[in-house]
């Protein structure tokens, strides 16, 4: 493990434990999790961030489905397709990712999360389904669109760009299979669970993950998952939708900060 500051090091487990409150009840840790890698250790080189990251954010991930799966009425298997056919996609993404301008791409999903945030502002009753884990409504076809727009399309994106994958996850999941944003959101970290053991793997395999730091900061990243599971369970809903809307905007926010920068 590098030199790491004793300051650094609070920061960071910080960091993580912020990350999976917010991964867990509606996605988007990453918003807070990669940039303090960034900022924390600059002298790293960007795989070895990226393979820590991964390291920290699947044992959140993993703990907070866990916890839904629990309490939430989800359908662990839909979930588990879900989740491979994201992993093939982000895998194919990542394949193309080199030959993709993050320039070109920005704008179009600045655009793509406005519009997202516009619409469940209008839509008050979006995502306050019953909570069935599919509810009748919910066809063959449906979850198989599901499979594959919303696993392989997301994947897709995951690995060609990136930031808001989870929060992408819960609102397609709720768009295309009618489930509460609860339900959605626990969905949407098994799905995670799946794209990120794939990811690690990866850059395990490559040597790119400092497991001593990771260590300690997925034990925050944990706890934090928990809380979230737990308050996202407890409050419902309305509370998710609230969290969501703060994390779409925080997203255009950094996309556009990033573009600006560029």
């Excluded at 954010?57 to 588990?80: D, E, F, H, L, N």
Aim: hydrophobic share 60%; aromatic share 6%.
């Amino acid at each position: 493990m590098p030199d790491i500051t004793l300051t650094t090091l609070v920061v960071l487990c910080l960091a993580a434990a912020a990350a999976g409150w917010v991964d867990a009840v509606v996605g988007g840790g990453g918003l807070l999790l990669l940039p303090a890698l960034l900022l924390g250790l600059p002298q790293l080189p960007a795989a070895q961030i990226l393979g820590t990251n991964k390291a920290v954010a699947i044992v959140g991930t993993s703990g907070a489905a866990v916890t839904y799966a629990r309490r939430a009425p989800v359908k662990v298997g839909t979930a588990v397709r879900i989740g491979l056919a994201a992993l093939a996609g982000s895998m194919t993404g990542a394949f193309f990712a080199a030959g993709i301008s993050s320039e070109v791409l920005r704008p179009v999903i600045m655009v793509v999360l406005l519009a997202v945030a516009v619409f469940v502002l209008l839509r008050p009753q979006f995502g306050r389904a019953a909570g069935d884990a599919l509810p009748p409504a919910v066809t063959r076809a449906r979850t198989v669109t599901a499979i594959v727009l919303v696993g392989g399309g997301i994947g897709l994106y995951d690995g060609l760009f990136g930031p808001g994958t989870g929060t992408f996850l819960v609102l397609a999941l709720t768009a295309v299979l009618h489930l509460d944003l609860v339900t959605a959101s626990a969905t949407a970290k098994i799905v995670n669970v799946c794209t990120n053991a794939g990811a690690l793997a990866m850059f395990a395999h490559q040597g790119n993950v400092l497991w001593g730091l990771a260590a300690l900061m997925a034990v925050f990243n944990l706890a934090g998952g928990l809380l979230g599971a737990r308050m996202a369970l407890s409050k419902g809903s309305e509370f998710v939708r609230g969290v969501l809307l703060v994390v779409v905007f925080s997203l255009v926010a950094k996309l556009g900060f990033d573009q600006w920068q560029g």
